[in-house]
């Protein structure tokens, strides 16, 4: 029988498995204790838990002492919104591919958790965890729960076609809990005649179990912890955030083998960054309790509000679900949260505009959540009709949502504020992960009577983040106190067709900004000053002409100044006439006719618009790569053997090595596994496709070592012992000897010009509004403004990120060399950088003879890995729209600028800047790319 490689079937889940570094460490760890105790029925639990704390007790982030049970059980301590239930999945497809076990008992510790698990553990879930385990494709494992255990599944151990089957048992707590009200036994130890005996004794007699703990720390109570003890699991894996006790006095756990705690979370990103917001200038000494309580509520409110907009505006730039986000406020006990509630939503707060949005939920006395509390939670995230919910005391495990942003805590200590059972709940990221907006990624605090407090709180050891950002609410602070709104503004083709249209009686037109006039002598054409839209079926046939030209129009023609080609206006006005109801019945005597619309709109279309071609390129497949056979250089090469003492101590402080000595040996057939091993823990390195060369390479470093040492245990001593050094040197020259097959890239160009669509601002009221060549009063709060005044941009309002953008825009509307300026909203542009990641870049400039993209970076930014790596994308999209379309349609041709900061000056000109800062397309990248002369083929590069 072929032995299994471990470390190999641990890189096949995580790649599988897409696992987080975390969870591949725990899996790790994993896969180094059953190397160390071979878990079975009979294991000597003293003798095991010796050798796992000795092993262990070098691992600085873990707390290892004694399994705590009467079988090997150890837990993994892993954050909030990490994800703990793929961590399991995992464990379960290790234990299973290795040959170690096909029955499991999953444990939930409330109804809520246990629903979860199983629609996790569902092949139809979004979420499924073995998605991607090939051992589990054709025959998914089969879960047996608490309404399907009697059918007696779990016993047969085949699915429907009769095929054997991974075992997963889903439980709640309470179906096996021996403590059952009136003395009864659970149904499960009940006897079931097709088995002669109870289900729960069938499991307890099986020689595979494997126990599964979610919220492991719901489970050291005596009655849980005897019914657990009853399974006689050969082996218990406990997943928690928080492994200690519950109750009055929590204890550690003692038996904690790994720790990913939420400081490392936030840090690494993968859950909100916690903020903590106070009033700016606010001294809370200065008010009695119950107006403090009020002032914190009106400013959660107004983060709350801020936060609604934030959310609002990603989505609909980025074409993301919009997330309906609430506020949770915490109160002390439930006469102090139904008073908060009767305020909130009375006229005192708000003038009552919260009335119906308010939802208070109380723990059980015992402070736990009930299955009912947990589940109207959980729905929040679903109806979106809720703004605020009132809490009584800390929130428990069984809710996770993902539209939580503000916690306003009343009358709580700093201590309580930074626990994970208050900020866990709302970690969770809407989107999966960061957006690099900071309202949708951050999670706020408000907390006026603590603030500087849990400032310093979070700096302790201790303390659950280190380093807490700070949110100032307040005229003067980075929020406002003016409710903000979404302002959507649409191209000025859009604008024009809306300014033309007719004022109903009693009503407005559709949008109260008036585009500023043009500039005829750059060639902006003006509408005609007669043409009005009169009546509402006309203002019907101009929507719909908009909609043709930009969904239709622009994939059959070969250039956006085709529009105003007689035949093409033409087919606009069949296509209308086609869709709508008879001409006769739309346009009354004495109403402009259809051609005039059609003829007015698709010229403002010319005149208005970039022509920014719907140009994608894509990989058709993975780039593939490998490494070359190649002699390495040895001639230095002279490690000495360790001794048995050195040897133990270098392996146990490598956190990942499962070799423990000479003793385990006998388990490595190949001395080159030492080398391949080790190999194998670099990232660019598939052991299934690079497996001949690795071994290779490393038995020409064994045959080097041979001919230097005749004694076994000597030779085994130096492979064993500097297989790290040996790796990370072999791996060095490896990537010399790297080659790059041909990817094959699909360059489209699905349209010649781009709807230039709508873009979606956050505004803070009438303050925050300027002309274009004033600056704010404060730089550092220019993101908060919506400029305005502009006569060539495509779009009548701007936001910026800079003021060097601001002084940009000022010097595209005053040269005469530009015709059309815009700031390209997101999704504009299909570009991504070499890592994968979206890239809009600042602006987008027609010329009279050219097209440019402009980046503008602070001058110290310019060299940045990640700004040239976008630049270098940029470029290439330039040249291959130029190339691709720009020949072949008669249309100017594009270039990319990456400009600094310190150049973009009042006497700054267009010309100068190209000349100085244009980026051209790399050189070599351009000798790996074929271009073809026809749209839609492959690239080679």
Same mark, same amino acid.
């Given at each position: 029988?072929?032995?299994?490689?471990?470390?190999?079937?641990?890189?096949?889940?995580?790649?599988?498995?897409?696992?987080?570094?975390?969870?591949?460490?725990?899996?790790?760890?994993?896969?180094?204790?059953?190397?160390?105790?071979?878990?079975?029925?009979?294991?000597?639990?003293?003798?095991?838990?010796?050798?796992?704390?000795?092993?262990?007790?070098?691992?600085?982030?873990?707390?290892?002492?004694?399994?705590?049970?009467?079988?090997?059980?150890?837990?993994?301590?892993?954050?909030?919104?990490?994800?703990?239930?793929?961590?399991?999945?995992?464990?379960?497809?290790?234990?299973?591919?290795?040959?170690?076990?096909?029955?499991?008992?999953?444990?939930?510790?409330?109804?809520?958790?246990?629903?979860?698990?199983?629609?996790?553990?569902?092949?139809?879930?979004?979420?499924?965890?073995?998605?991607?385990?090939?051992?589990?494709?054709?025959?998914?494992?089969?879960?047996?729960?608490?309404?399907?255990?009697?059918?007696?599944?779990?016993?047969?151990?085949?699915?429907?076609?009769?095929?054997?089957?991974?075992?997963?048992?889903?439980?709640?707590?309470?179906?096996?809990?021996?403590?059952?009200?009136?003395?009864?036994?659970?149904?499960?130890?009940?006897?079931?005649?097709?088995?002669?005996?109870?289900?729960?004794?069938?499991?307890?007699?099986?020689?595979?179990?494997?126990?599964?703990?979610?919220?492991?720390?719901?489970?050291?109570?005596?009655?849980?912890?005897?019914?657990?003890?009853?399974?006689?699991?050969?082996?218990?894996?406990?997943?928690?955030?928080?492994?200690?006790?519950?109750?009055?006095?929590?204890?550690?756990?003692?038996?904690?083998?790994?720790?990913?705690?939420?400081?490392?979370?936030?840090?690494?990103?993968?859950?909100?960054?916690?903020?903590?917001?106070?009033?700016?200038?606010?001294?809370?000494?200065?008010?009695?309790?119950?107006?403090?309580?009020?002032?914190?509520?009106?400013?959660?409110?107004?983060?709350?509000?801020?936060?609604?907009?934030?959310?609002?505006?990603?989505?609909?730039?980025?074409?993301?679900?919009?997330?309906?986000?609430?506020?949770?406020?915490?109160?002390?006990?439930?006469?102090?949260?139904?008073?908060?509630?009767?305020?909130?939503?009375?006229?005192?707060?708000?003038?009552?505009?919260?009335?119906?949005?308010?939802?208070?939920?109380?723990?059980?006395?015992?402070?736990?959540?009930?299955?009912?509390?947990?589940?109207?939670?959980?729905?929040?995230?679903?109806?979106?009709?809720?703004?605020?919910?009132?809490?009584?005391?800390?929130?428990?495990?069984?809710?996770?949502?993902?539209?939580?942003?503000?916690?306003?805590?009343?009358?709580?200590?700093?201590?309580?504020?930074?626990?994970?059972?208050?900020?866990?709940?709302?970690?969770?990221?809407?989107?999966?992960?960061?957006?690099?907006?900071?309202?949708?990624?951050?999670?706020?605090?408000?907390?006026?009577?603590?603030?500087?407090?849990?400032?310093?709180?979070?700096?302790?050891?201790?303390?659950?983040?280190?380093?807490?950002?700070?949110?100032?609410?307040?005229?003067?602070?980075?929020?406002?106190?003016?409710?903000?709104?979404?302002?959507?503004?649409?191209?000025?083709?859009?604008?024009?067709?809306?300014?033309?249209?007719?004022?109903?009686?009693?009503?407005?037109?559709?949008?109260?900004?008036?585009?500023?006039?043009?500039?005829?002598?750059?060639?902006?054409?003006?509408?005609?000053?007669?043409?009005?839209?009169?009546?509402?079926?006309?203002?019907?046939?101009?929507?719909?002409?908009?909609?043709?030209?930009?969904?239709?129009?622009?994939?059959?023609?070969?250039?956006?100044?085709?529009?105003?080609?007689?035949?093409?206006?033409?087919?606009?006005?069949?296509?209308?006439?086609?869709?709508?109801?008879?001409?006769?019945?739309?346009?009354?005597?004495?109403?402009?006719?259809?051609?005039?619309?059609?003829?007015?709109?698709?010229?403002?279309?010319?005149?208005?618009?970039?022509?920014?071609?719907?140009?994608?390129?894509?990989?058709?497949?993975?780039?593939?790569?490998?490494?070359?056979?190649?002699?390495?250089?040895?001639?230095?090469?002279?490690?000495?053997?360790?001794?048995?003492?050195?040897?133990?101590?270098?392996?146990?402080?490598?956190?990942?090595?499962?070799?423990?000595?000479?003793?385990?040996?006998?388990?490595?057939?190949?001395?080159?596994?030492?080398?391949?091993?080790?190999?194998?823990?670099?990232?660019?390195?598939?052991?299934?496709?690079?497996?001949?060369?690795?071994?290779?390479?490393?038995?020409?470093?064994?045959?080097?070592?041979?001919?230097?040492?005749?004694?076994?245990?000597?030779?085994?001593?130096?492979?064993?012992?500097?297989?790290?050094?040996?790796?990370?040197?072999?791996?060095?020259?490896?990537?010399?000897?790297?080659?790059?097959?041909?990817?094959?890239?699909?360059?489209?160009?699905?349209?010649?010009?781009?709807?230039?669509?709508?873009?979606?601002?956050?505004?803070?009221?009438?303050?925050?509004?300027?002309?274009?060549?004033?600056?704010?009063?404060?730089?550092?709060?220019?993101?908060?403004?919506?400029?305005? #005044?502009? %006569?060539?941009?495509?779009?009548?309002? *701007?936001?910026?990120?800079?003021? +060097?953008?601001?002084? /940009? =825009?000022?010097? &595209?509307?005053?040269?005469?060399?530009?015709?059309?300026?815009?700031?390209?909203?997101?999704?504009?542009?299909?570009?991504?950088?070499?890592?994968?990641?979206?890239?809009?870049?600042?602006?987008?400039?027609?010329?009279?003879?050219?097209?440019?993209?402009?980046?503008?970076?602070?001058?110290?930014?310019?060299?940045?890995?990640?700004?040239?790596?976008?630049?270098?994308?940029?470029?290439?999209?330039?040249?291959?729209?130029?190339?691709?379309?720009?020949?072949?349609?008669?249309?100017?041709?594009?270039?990319?600028?990456?400009?600094?900061?310190?150049?973009?000056?009042?006497?700054?000109?267009?010309? #100068?800047? %190209?000349?100085?800062?244009?980026?051209? *397309?790399?050189?070599?990248?351009? +000798?790996?790319?074929? /271009? =073809?002369?026809? &749209?839609?083929?492959?690239?080679?590069?």
């Amino acid at each position: 029988m072929t032995e299994i490689n471990k470390d190999r079937v641990v890189a096949q889940i995580s790649q599988r498995l897409s696992l987080r570094n975390p969870q591949t460490e725990a899996l790790r760890r994993l896969d180094t204790i059953v190397g160390l105790i071979d878990p079975k029925k009979g294991t000597d639990v003293e003798a095991a838990r010796e050798q796992v704390r000795q092993v262990f007790s070098e691992i600085t982030d873990a707390d290892f002492a004694d399994f705590e049970r009467d079988f090997p059980s150890v837990c993994f301590s892993v954050a909030t919104g990490v994800g703990k239930t793929r961590l399991m999945g995992a464990f379960i497809s290790y234990l299973h591919m290795i040959g170690k076990s096909r029955n499991f008992f999953v444990l939930a510790p409330n109804l809520t958790i246990y629903e979860k698990l199983l629609f996790d553990f569902d092949p139809r879930s979004p979420k499924y965890v073995f998605k991607g385990i090939e051992a589990f494709a054709h025959t998914p494992p089969l879960i047996v729960n608490a309404e399907n255990y009697e059918e007696g599944r779990g016993v047969r151990g085949n699915d429907l076609f009769g095929r054997e089957s991974v075992i997963i048992n889903i439980f709640n707590i309470s179906k096996i809990n021996s403590e059952v009200r009136g003395g009864a036994a659970p149904r499960i130890k009940r006897l079931q005649e097709y088995i002669g005996d109870s289900y729960f004794s069938y499991l307890s007699e099986l020689e595979d179990l494997v126990l599964l703990m979610d919220e492991a720390h719901r489970y050291r109570g005596s009655a849980g912890f005897k019914a657990i003890a009853e399974l006689q699991p050969i082996m218990g894996l406990e997943v928690t955030a928080t492994p200690k006790t519950t109750g009055s006095k929590p204890q550690p756990f003692r038996n904690v083998v790994y720790r990913y705690d939420l400081p490392d979370a936030m840090e690494d990103g993968y859950v909100k960054e916690p903020a903590i917001g106070t009033r700016a200038n606010f001294n809370p000494k200065s008010v009695d309790a119950d107006a403090l309580e009020r002032i914190m509520l009106e400013d959660g409110v107004n983060y709350h509000e801020h936060v609604k907009v934030a959310l609002e505006t990603y989505a609909k730039n980025y074409d993301k679900p919009i997330v309906r986000p609430f506020m949770l406020v915490v109160t002390k006990d439930t006469t102090h949260a139904s008073e908060v509630k009767q305020f909130v939503e009375s006229g005192e707060f708000f003038g009552g505009r919260y009335k119906g949005r308010v939802i208070e939920i109380h723990s059980k006395t015992s402070g736990e959540e009930s299955d009912e509390n947990a589940q109207r939670l959980l729905n929040i995230e679903k109806s979106g009709d809720t703004d605020i919910v009132i809490h009584v005391n800390k929130l428990k495990e069984g809710w996770d949502v993902t539209n939580l942003f503000t916690i306003v805590p009343l009358r709580a200590s700093a201590s309580d504020i930074l626990t994970e059972q208050t900020l866990g709940r709302g970690l969770r990221l809407p989107y999966g992960k960061r957006t690099g907006v900071a309202e949708v990624d951050q999670l706020t605090v408000i907390a006026h009577d603590r603030f500087n407090e849990l400032i310093e709180l979070a700096k302790t050891e201790n303390g659950v983040t280190k380093k807490l950002k700070q949110v100032f609410i307040g005229e003067d602070g980075d929020v406002t106190a003016t409710k903000p709104e979404v302002v959507t503004t649409p191209n000025v083709v859009q604008h024009l067709v809306q300014s033309m249209m007719p004022k109903e009686e009693g009503g407005e037109k559709s949008t109260t900004y008036k585009i500023p006039e043009p500039s005829n002598s750059v060639g902006i054409a003006e509408a005609p000053a007669s043409f009005v839209l009169q009546t509402a079926q006309e203002v019907e046939v101009a929507e719909k002409t908009l909609q043709i030209v930009v969904q239709q129009t622009a994939k059959q023609v070969a250039s956006l100044a085709d529009l105003n080609k007689p035949e093409v206006q033409a087919a606009i006005v069949q296509a209308i006439q086609t869709e709508q109801r008879p001409q006769a019945e739309i346009f009354p005597v004495g109403t402009p006719k259809i051609e005039e619309i059609v003829k007015t709109i698709c010229s403002q279309f010319v005149e208005r618009i970039i022509a920014i071609p719907a140009l994608t390129i894509t990989p058709t497949q993975n780039v593939s790569f490998g490494f070359r056979s190649f002699e390495l250089d040895l001639k230095q090469w002279n490690h000495q053997p360790l001794s048995r003492e050195l040897l133990i101590q270098v392996l146990r402080t490598e956190k990942t090595q499962s070799i423990a000595g000479d003793a385990h040996d006998e388990q490595q057939e190949r001395l080159e596994n030492y080398i391949v091993a080790k190999l194998m823990d670099f990232p660019e390195i598939d052991y299934d496709s690079h497996a001949e060369v690795l071994y290779e390479l490393a038995g020409q470093v064994v045959v080097h070592y041979q001919a230097k040492y005749d004694k076994p245990e000597e030779l085994r001593s130096v492979l064993q012992g500097h297989s790290r050094q040996m790796a990370e040197a072999i791996f060095a020259d490896m990537k010399k000897n790297m080659w790059r097959g041909k990817t094959n890239y699909r360059v489209t160009v699905s349209a010649a010009f781009q709807d230039l669509r709508p873009q979606t601002f956050e505004n803070a009221g009438s303050q925050y509004s300027l002309d274009f060549r004033q600056a704010p009063p404060k730089l550092n709060e220019i993101k908060r403004y919506i400029f305005s #005044g502009f %006569s060539k941009s495509c779009y009548p309002l *701007a936001k910026f990120d800079s003021d +060097t953008e601001r002084k /940009l =825009s000022e010097i &595209l509307e005053k040269e005469s060399g530009v015709k059309l300026w815009m700031k390209p909203g997101p999704n504009q542009f299909k570009l991504y950088d070499s890592d994968g990641s979206p890239y809009q870049p600042d602006f987008v400039v027609e010329m009279q003879d050219r097209i440019l993209i402009i980046e503008t970076k602070r001058a110290d930014e310019i060299n940045d890995a990640a700004v040239l790596r976008k630049a270098e994308t940029a470029a290439l999209w330039a040249h291959i729209a130029t190339e691709f379309h720009a020949k072949k349609t008669g249309g100017k041709p594009w270039s990319y600028l990456l400009v600094p900061h310190t150049d973009v000056v009042s006497n700054s000109t267009l010309a #100068g800047l %190209s000349a100085k800062y244009t980026r051209q *397309a790399d050189t070599e990248l351009l +000798t790996r790319y074929e /271009l =073809s002369n026809e &749209l839609g083929v492959a690239l080679q590069a």
